[in-house]
């Protein structure tokens, strides 16, 4: 068990017992950042929000192309601008193709934490079936923990679609790494996106999930849109 889940731990206890576990309130988890967003200068500073994780916020669809632009990561930007436009903002991608979380969490301190972000999260789910549950959830809490640390508020994602699973399937692995990740953001109350949860609606309600991907297990510019205005949920 790791120094910062002791610390957590010890915190609940303090506070008369285990406190219940829920994902951070989306009213309130980002307030001092929304606040900073609508400073003009020269209050103002830059603003970092890193998104960490593998092909999806790079941006990649049919490969080898890469939508970068198209991608959710610069639609929230390209909104949080036409929002806040006097905020100083950098969005800033450290996704890598074809990564999963533990490769992730080995660079998180050199790439991700270098960038001084002041919202960081974190979408690895989709290749994290590669090293399955236990090793993920492990990566996933170093990198948390890691963020914590240094008093950075989080959001984790739920993998989008792969059309080779069925989303309807509760058992499927990536059904599975979903629920992971959502226990680790009431465990850590931190912030969610769930994109699992967003798609699985879609399919729940009759829609060809095809007609948001531009393949089998990559977004096209309106499945990022559709997480795009999840994440904005947060902000606005």
């Not at 092909?55 to 990649?60: C, R």
């Not at 009759?206 to 990559?218: A, C, I, R, T, V």
Request: glycine residues 6%.
């Amino acid at each position: 068990m790791t120094l910062n889940r002791l610390f957590f731990l010890a915190g609940c206890l303090l506070m008369g017992g285990m406190l219940q576990a829920q994902i951070a309130d989306k009213q309130t988890y980002l307030s001092d950042f929304k606040k900073e967003l609508t400073l003009k200068w020269p209050e103002n500073r830059t603003l970092n929000i890193v998104f960490h994780g593998h092909s999806v916020p790079t941006g990649y669809a049919c490969t080898p192309v890469v939508n970068t632009l198209q991608a959710y990561p610069h639609l929230v930007f390209h909104a949080l601008k036409a929002q806040y436009p006097y905020a100083v903002l950098n969005v800033i991608t450290t996704s890598i193709g074809g990564e999963q979380a533990e490769q992730g969490e080995k660079r998180f301190k050199d790439d991700v934490l270098t960038h001084r972000p002041d919202v960081l999260c974190i979408d690895y789910a989709l290749n994290d079936r590669t090293i399955g549950l236990e090793r993920s959830e492990k990566a996933w809490r170093k990198m948390i923990e890691s963020a914590l640390a240094e008093n950075l508020k989080v959001i984790l994602f739920t993998p989008t679609p792969d059309l080779t699973e069925s989303i309807m399937d509760e058992k499927s692995p990536l059904s599975e790494h979903a629920e992971m990740i959502r226990q680790l953001a009431e465990e850590y109350h931190i912030g969610l996106v769930d994109s699992y949860q967003l798609f699985k609606e879609k399919a729940e309600n009759g829609e060809e999930l095809q007609k948001y991907m531009s393949q089998s297990n990559h977004p096209n510019s309106a499945g990022h849109s559709c997480v795009a205005a999840e994440v904005l949920t947060w902000f606005f």
